[in-house]
């Protein structure tokens, strides 16, 4: 059974939100179309508290772009996005929301940050996700959302170190890009654990 993993495609996340991806909104229509395609169709939604310990608010003296440590990890500090409830934390006006079958949130413990659709980033709580897709028998992942070099990105390599089968489906997917050439770097980490890149056009050939 093959799963499409639909990333934080949310307002927030997008042009006009608190911590836009640039072209973030272009990923929507071609996920819907995929949606189609998938008999399962699972989104992660960024859900923070508003005293979540990754907003840089919530440090003084901090920016967005400070690096600090939290829960034993290093933690990039970020505007506050995605609160619980705000307009920012919905899915894109135009993402099908008819077409999720079901939706994980993450980033709801204000210690600790959750990039992973999976676990949290110091890898001490699941999202139930796993155990959600095993029950299921899916043993591949087509990922695609907002970021590639964030939330797409840990969401992959967890999904290969628990070992199913990872698709990084690329038009429908855009990074952060903090730093140039974030997203290709981490396209290549993807690529060294055994993701496969791949556009939306291609998955008829694979499935
Ligand atoms: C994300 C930074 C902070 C993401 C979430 O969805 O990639 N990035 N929170
Ligand atoms: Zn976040």
């Not at 210690?111 to 959600?132: C, M």
Request: glycine share 10%.
């Amino acid at each position: 059974m093959d799963a499409l993993i639909v990333v934080d495609v949310q307002n927030d996340f997008c042009p006009g939100g608190a911590l836009p991806v640039p072209d973030g909104d272009l990923v929507v229509p071609v996920i819907n179309r995929l949606m189609e395609s998938f008999p399962l169709v699972v989104a992660t939604q960024d859900w923070h508290p508003a005293n979540h310990k990754s907003f840089a608010a919530n440090h003084p003296g901090r920016q967005p772009g400070d690096v600090i440590e939290l829960a034993g990890v290093l933690q990039i500090l970020w505007p506050i996005h995605c609160v619980q409830g705000t307009e920012g934390a919905e899915f894109h006006p135009d993402l099908n929301r008819a077409g999720i079958h079901v939706v994980f949130q993450k980033g709801t413990d204000p210690e600790v940050d959750s990039y992973s659709g999976f676990f949290d980033n110091a890898r001490k709580h699941d999202t139930g996700l796993h155990e959600f897709l095993q029950r299921r028998g899916v043993a591949r992942l087509f990922v695609c959302g907002l970021a590639t070099d964030y939330c797409v990105k840990f969401t992959c390599l967890d999904g290969r170190s628990l070992g199913y089968e990872v698709f990084l489906v690329l038009d429908a997917s855009r990074g952060v890009e903090l730093h140039t050439g974030d997203v290709a770097k981490a396209i290549d980490e993807m690529k060294a654990a055994g993701v496969i890149p791949i556009e939306s056009t291609e998955i008829a050939m694979v499935r």
